[in-house]
């Protein structure tokens, strides 16, 4: 046991916020520092741990991933088990806070001393408990820069809500194109929408200035300017993309996969379908694990993909199924589509029966996209997702948003529109163009010597030597 602490150069504490799209990230983050000779702890919440069903993830290139979790006040049932998502907050604040000052005295008493806390920007009390045994304060962003610059300059009054609706308002922040309104984050655009959420986005800048690192889980060509401007405030480096090393420029052993599946995928269905398809063939349609649309949007879809005429596959949650068009499946027997209820994302945007990848540009989607170099139809539902299927239309190129009718509905002839178009339209060489330069560029970043791999080592020096 004494060989193995010396071996590591520091100890640190990785305090994800306890969702899967915030968990992978940090965790996959993790198996960087270790394979440069830091020892990460994750604490995930009681609850997420028991799904995790270990306490040790083993790395073949350093030192490994210890769980040790921390409560949130639902250790049976997580957020689900809460009275309202405000009484869930305030129970993760209060209970984690404690929780984790609790795990640090116990680190210490086991001769394993953490030296820093690198925590998710949700939780911004992890710092105060930081400051409080004098430890080095990490936060660390799953979203986009130029999202994250938006609720700063919200948050500091630098713009003021609600936006005006009229096409004349715009929004904008250095470095980053003027947003219309809509384009915005929902929590933005639509003030007073969500209320809970509003504040924990916000909150994340509300002791920012007592970080002392930021750590931002994209690669630096994706938004310099933005990057830049948040360098003169913040000791910022970009860190992304945390997709597993397999995917990138391969130098993790055995890292194909986040290491963690709340849900567990439909694999070999998936594999053997999409094996049975031609190149570039396929339409992927997933939603992410938290969005719900609704019937009539399910109605509009499903014609225009079956009226398309191209192969899909499509993840559709147990909890959503029965929101698909009557008689559905029975049409789509004949092999042009399969519906299943969840997949292992990574492999199938990695294989080459894929064409196009029609998301709701959740984050974790958008990286993983540009690092697979997917071409693109982007169908944004709420937070972030406007402002990243902006990005990735206007900005780099690598597809095309669909449009909403007034009720807010992707319509049928719009969506069949966007396939064609993305699939064997126009645009196709150009999206192409654009999907092959972007995913060179992810693998840079990450590869030895690149302006990621840099940035972490940079961390890892300071993390030896403080």
């Not at 996959?28 to 069903?53: A, D, N, V, W």
């Not at 309104?181 to 509003?198: I, K, L, R, T």
């Not at 994706?222 to 090393?245: L, Q, Y």
């Not at 239309?393 to 719009?414: F, S």
Request: charged residues 20%; hydrophobic residues 40%; negative net charge.
């Amino acid at each position: 046991m004494e060989d193995t602490k010396k071996a590591h150069k520091a100890h640190v504490l990785v305090l994800p916020y306890p969702a899967q799209g915030h968990i992978n990230p940090m965790l996959q983050f993790s198996k960087r520092l270790s394979s440069k000779g830091i020892k990460p702890t994750l604490s995930p919440t009681i609850y997420i741990s028991k799904s995790m069903q270990t306490t040790t993830i083993p790395t073949h290139y350093g030192p490994p991933i210890q769980i040790r979790p921390i409560s949130d006040g639902y250790d049976d049932g997580g957020y689900n088990q809460a009275e309202s998502t405000a009484v869930y907050l305030d129970s993760l604040r209060t209970n984690g806070s404690v929780s984790l000052a609790h795990l640090i005295k116990k680190l210490h008493e086991e001769g394993d001393s953490v030296k820093a806390i690198i925590y998710d920007g949700f939780l911004p009390w992890a710092l105060d408990v930081a400051k409080q045994f004098g430890l080095v304060g990490v936060v660390f962003f799953t979203q986009a820069c130029t999202v994250n610059s938006i609720y700063y300059h919200v948050q500091r009054g630098l713009i003021q809500l609600p936006l005006s609706g009229h096409d004349s308002t715009k929004v904008s922040v250095p470095g980053a194109p003027e947003l219309h309104p809509w384009e915005a984050p929902s929590f933005v655009h639509s003030y007073g929408s969500y209320p809970f959420w509003f504040d924990v986005v916000l909150g994340q800048f509300s002791n920012i200035d007592q970080a002392d690192w930021v750590l931002c889980n994209i690669f630096y060509d994706m938004e310099k300017e933005v990057v830049d401007w948040m360098a003169k405030m913040w000791k910022i480096r970009t860190i992304g993309p945390t997709v597993p090393s397999y995917y990138l420029e391969n130098r993790l052993e055995d890292n194909k996969d986040y290491g963690l599946q709340l849900v567990k995928p439909n694999t070999t269905i998936c594999k053997n379908w999409l094996d049975s398809k031609p190149r570039d063939s396929v339409i992927y349609i997933a939603f992410g694990s938290a969005a719900k649309l609704s019937e009539q949007q399910f109605e509009e879809l499903g014609r225009g993909l079956i009226n398309s005429h191209h192969n899909f596959l499509w993840v559709v949650r147990d909890s959503e199924q029965a929101k698909l068009p009557k008689g559905f499946l029975d049409e789509i027997l004949s092999g042009q589509g399969l519906v299943v209820e969840w997949a292992s994302q990574l492999e199938v945007l990695a294989h080459e029966a894929i064409g196009c990848f029609v998301t709701h540009c959740g984050f974790n989607s958008v990286l993983e996209a540009l690092s697979l170099g997917v071409p693109v139809v982007g169908i944004p539902q709420w937070t972030d997702q406007g402002t990243n299927a902006k990005f990735l239309e206007d900005v780099w190129g690598v597809g095309i948003r669909a449009k909403v009718d007034d009720d807010g509905i992707v319509r049928e002839k719009q969506f069949e529109k966007c396939i064609r178009e993305v699939m064997e339209g126009e645009r196709r060489e150009e999206i192409t163009k654009n999907v092959v330069k972007w995913k060179k560029l992810a693998k840079e970043a990450v590869d030895e010597g690149g302006s990621s791999d840099k940035n972490i080592d940079e961390f890892v020096a300071f993390l030896g030597g403080c």
